[in-house]
């Protein structure tokens, strides 16, 4: 397919990080939320920040149970009535947890079960769910296809197996989980047990096992590269940048890549493409 000039497509960062993940990808007309991490109200409070409208979002999608996943999303699915994709023992794992926490059952009204590995339509984007090595029942990256743009998001995950790296390849947009500097963890505060969960296969992704990824397997092909889900405890924004472009500039990367940083704390600029 031809590419769009027509700087349709683009992805916002809401809100990235253990206290809440959130992100807005859109076509010239399809709107889809990644992960409700955050509460309804702020991600309709940062969605207008970034001049966005949440009532115009087509549908959410889901990539884990983690409650930095999922916190907004009975309310959202409630607010908007859009459809819900998620797979089915993410939702079954969701249900289970909201019961034990308010003794309801919550309902959806609008749930689609997606399964991993499986591309499937949500109006003019093609979205492709890929399994990710991470903690929960049935965790998942995405891969999202619109206009000639490939979009790739790979954040919770305890490393990047050969799958992934494939999943990854062509993307012209890459948001990629930056979580914690190896030495601020293990020096940090965390009892060892939640330490050894974050650096273990199914935890979540160091600077420098991202850096690795970029040094060795990396195709060069985004024009934006985003760090994502940094740990505030463990890693620092500036570490973090620095690892990352020292990895992209071993392979003479760093002029022809535009490096953001997701916060926790406000929304990025959307990216547009
Ligand atoms: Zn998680
Ligand atoms: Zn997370």
Redesign the pocket.
């Known amino acids: 397919m031809l590419r769009n000039k027509g700087m349709s497509v683009s992805v916002s960062m809401l809100a990235s990080g253990?206290r809440g993940?959130c992100a807005v990808v859109s076509s010239a007309s399809t709107k889809i939320l990644v992960d409700a991490g955050i509460s309804g109200r702020e991600t309709f409070r940062r969605m207008k920040a970034i001049g966005d409208d949440p009532h115009t979002l087509s549908a959410i999608l889901i990539t884990h149970e983690?409650s930095?996943?999922v916190y907004g999303l009975a309310t959202l699915a409630k607010k908007l009535r859009i459809p819900i994709f998620m797979t089915g023992a993410t939702h079954q794992a969701w249900a289970r947890a909201m019961r034990n926490q308010n003794g309801v059952k919550p309902q959806l009204e609008k749930l689609e079960r997606f399964e991993s590995g499986h591309r499937f339509h949500v109006g003019d984007i093609e979205v492709k769910p890929f399994t990710i090595p991470h903690d929960a029942v049935d965790p998942v990256g995405f891969t999202f296809r619109a206009q000639g743009i490939k979009i790739g998001f790979a954040?919770?995950l305890g490393y990047i197996p050969v799958s992934v790296r494939d999943h990854l390849r062509g993307c012209d947009v890459l948001v990629m989980e930056s979580n914690h500097d190896v030495e601020m963890l293990r020096v940090g505060p965390y009892p060892w047990s939640v330490k050894q969960r974050v650096m273990s296969r199914v935890g979540h992704l160091s600077n420098l096992a991202l850096a690795d990824f970029f040094s060795n397997d990396y195709d060069n092909s985004a024009t934006f590269v985003v760090l994502a889900?940094l740990s505030e405890q463990n890693n620092h924004p500036e570490i973090a940048r620095r690892e990352a472009e020292r990895a992209l500039a071993c392979r003479g990367n760093l002029f022809c890549n535009r490096l953001l940083l997701a916060a926790q704390a406000e929304a990025l600029e959307p990216i547009r493409l």
Request: charged letters at 25%; proline letters at 0%; zero cysteines.
């Open positions: 253990s993940n983690h930095d996943h954040t919770d889900h």
